[in-house]
């Protein structure tokens, strides 16, 4: 896009080009790619209702469970065991947690009649002793009971451990009863009340609808919409069995997902319920399996404060609810309108890639030139053609060489250039295709050569005696030009020996034809007056002009072109210049 140099420029309009192929298989390709596109983009459209503006909800969760439970313990009084039972109801196995959970026990351990005082310390690798020196008063360890007092008492029978001041009798190491003693928690049932707001739609509702069964049990396919869930099935749901979880507890995540297409012709509103172990499965591999805390229930005995110390294993329920409201909005249909049409841009980028690549040399053979399968190579480098401009960076230091006997163009660096130009190997240009309609312009007269006087014949064979080393055709004189700069103008019109183009009829009649040059420079300044010397400059320089745009056809080429010597000087004597001097060659950039 060109820079705007003046206020006329700013109410401009560009657009771009368009190659019309005519082709059946490129049209069939476009269209099924077309027909694809915009298959996929209407069902993104509808499916994801991406013309929908979408927002996250939010939300607010209350449980309650319900169930009876009757468990039988174990006591020891006097030496004697007594087994007594006792019921639990929703205060005794459920416990208030932050957030949305809850928390329901499934099994314990009970440490009874706990009092302040000083007592051995439960055995293990760091409170076994022989000695009080190896007990440290003061010391304490996380994995401990109490504090060490430095002692080493008497645990049971021979084994010792080290004294600590702490709620004696310590706690036991034990494993979980088998089965949980709260193993009936599996039908108890939990009613989760979920509330959800979308602020930017100014919608809420709730998971308990209008003329809900409350006598009903979720499932998955009779009654997917029921917020009342049996805890036994939601470990079904996720291949768990309750009886193994109960034992050492475990952590079980609720997922609430909701959905909401906010629209009045289509609105639906539903939640839908998943379930997901959140816990290490493997208990073996856990280093601390399950989930269980502990806690204690204080008392007073003979006006002695004691506890009763329980450690609890049950399952935490984690309520995850998550989801979106969509609703219709014009500028998010726009908006997505707008960035799916590119992709209608996959067909002109994919048949693009197959006329670049089945145009390259690379794909025509020329170890089997009589191949059919080459035969697309040639038409899709028609389509190229047609379709790109090749241009070369317009540097000053760039100069264009045609020779009469070869087909394309040399290009050569001037920086580089350190002999004769016409020895100089250049990089290979394809020479451009010519525009014959430029010829129309032309008069009648252009069929008919120049006369060539008898003094411009003696001038043109005294050159052909005096021609340098570097000429092939006989016609080249040396160059005028100091030595730095002569190798520039050493260059003939051909690369081998034989005829000089200034011998063709047709160099006479385009370049030499006095009436053809007179025309174009009329064509260019209508009121152009032509006579004397200044007119003799004026075709001369139209002869040079000629002859570039001739041999080079594109017009970047013909800027930077280099004329060889033989054409230059027979340009020359047909329109001499007054005192026979010639600035010679000049950089035009």
């Known amino acids: 896009m060109p820079a705007c140099c003046s206020c006329s420029d700013v109410f401009q309009y560009e657009t771009n080009k368009v190659i019309r192929i005519q082709s059946r298989n490129y049209g069939s390709i476009k269209w099924i790619l077309h027909m694809v596109v915009f298959s996929y983009v209407s069902f993104a459209l509808l499916s994801?209702?991406?013309?929908?503006?979408?927002?996250?909800?939010?939300?607010?969760?209350?449980?309650?469970?319900?169930?009876?439970?009757?468990?039988?313990?174990?006591?020891?009084?006097?030496?004697?065991?007594?087994?007594?039972?006792?019921?639990?109801?929703?205060?005794?196995?459920?416990?208030?947690?932050?957030?949305n959970s809850f928390f329901v026990m499934t099994n314990f351990l009970k440490t009874e009649g706990q009092v302040q005082g000083l007592?051995?310390?439960?055995?293990?690798?760091?409170?076994?002793?022989?000695?009080?020196?190896?007990?440290?008063?003061?010391?304490?360890?996380?994995?401990?009971?109490?504090?060490?007092t430095g002692k080493c008492v008497v645990y049971k029978g021979t084994q010792k451990t080290c004294e600590v001041s702490a709620w004696c009798p310590t706690e036991t190491v034990q494993e979980p009863p088998r089965p949980a003693l709260l193993n009936v928690a599996e039908n108890f049932t939990v009613l989760i009340k979920n509330n959800i707001d979308f602020p930017g739609h100014n919608y809420t509702t709730r998971n308990i609808f209008p003329g809900l069964n409350i006598t009903c049990t979720f499932h998955k396919t009779r009654d997917p919409q029921c917020p009342v869930f049996r805890l036994g099935d939601i470990f079904q749901e996720t291949g768990d069995n309750f009886s193994e979880v109960a034992i050492q507890g475990g952590i079980m995540g609720i997922e609430i997902y909701w959905d909401c297409n906010l629209d009045k012709w289509f609105h639906r509103c539903r939640p839908k319920y998943s379930f997901r172990r959140l816990d290490d499965k493997n208990t073996k591999e856990s280093f601390y399996p399950g989930y269980n805390f502990r806690y204690a229930k204080y008392y007073k005995e003979n006006n002695v404060e004691k506890r009763t110390l329980i450690k609890v294993f049950g399952i935490r329920f984690d309520i995850l609810v998550f989801g979106t409201g969509g609703k219709f909005n014009f500028i998010k249909l726009i908006v997505n309108i707008g960035s799916t049409l590119s992709y209608f841009g996959l067909a002109t980028f994919f048949i693009d890639f197959l006329i670049n690549t089945y145009s390259s040399k690379c794909c025509r053979s020329r170890i089997y030139p009589c191949c059919k399968c080459c035969e697309p190579c040639a038409v899709n480098e028609y389509y190229y053609e047609k379709k790109c401009e090749s241009i070369m960076?317009?540097?000053?230091?760039?100069?264009?060489?045609?020779?009469?006997?070869?087909?394309?163009?040399?290009m050569v660096d001037q920086q580089l250039l350190r002999r004769s130009l016409q020895n100089v190997e250049g990089e290979e240009i394809p020479r451009p295709p010519m525009d014959f309609a430029e010829l129309s312009r032309l008069p009648l007269s252009v069929h008919k050569p120049p006369h060539i006087s008898e003094h411009q014949e003696e001038l043109e064979l005294l050159g052909k005696t005096g021609s340098p080393e570097w000429c092939q055709c006989g016609s080249c004189l040396p160059s005028e030009l100091p030595e730095e700069s002569r190798c520039m103008e050493e260059l003939c019109c051909r690369k081998a020996q034989g005829p000089c183009i200034t011998n063709s009829p047709l160099f006479r009649r385009i370049v030499l034809s006095k009436d053809v040059l007179q025309f174009l420079l009329l064509y260019k300044e209508p009121?152009?007056?032509?006579?004397?010397?200044?007119?003799?400059?004026?075709?001369?320089?139209?002869?040079?002009?000629?002859?570039?745009?001739?041999?080079?056809?594109?017009?970047?080429?013909?800027?930077?072109?280099?004329?060889?010597?033989?054409?230059?000087?027979?340009?020359?004597r047909e329109f001499p210049k007054s005192d026979g001097q010639y600035s010679g060659f000049k950089n035009n950039y």
């Open 48 to 99: 994801d209702k991406l013309y929908q503006l979408k927002e996250p909800l939010i939300s607010s969760v209350h449980t309650k469970v319900k169930g009876i439970a009757e468990v039988k313990e174990e006591l020891i009084e006097n030496g004697q065991k007594k087994v007594t039972e006792k019921v639990f109801d929703t205060a005794d196995y459920t416990f208030p947690l932050q957030g």
């Open 119 to 148: 007592c051995p310390e439960q055995p293990s690798r760091r409170t076994i002793c022989n000695t009080d020196r190896n007990c440290k008063k003061g010391w304490m360890d996380p994995q401990s009971k109490g504090i060490q």
């Open 393 to 410: 960076e317009p540097k000053s230091t760039l100069k264009y060489v045609s020779f009469v006997d070869e087909p394309h163009i040399s």
């Open 527 to 572: 009121l152009l007056t032509v006579d004397g010397n200044f007119t003799n400059s004026q075709l001369r320089h139209c002869a040079y002009r000629c002859y570039t745009t001739w041999r080079f056809g594109s017009k970047d080429l013909a800027d930077f072109a280099i004329l060889p010597s033989c054409c230059r000087w027979k340009i020359r």
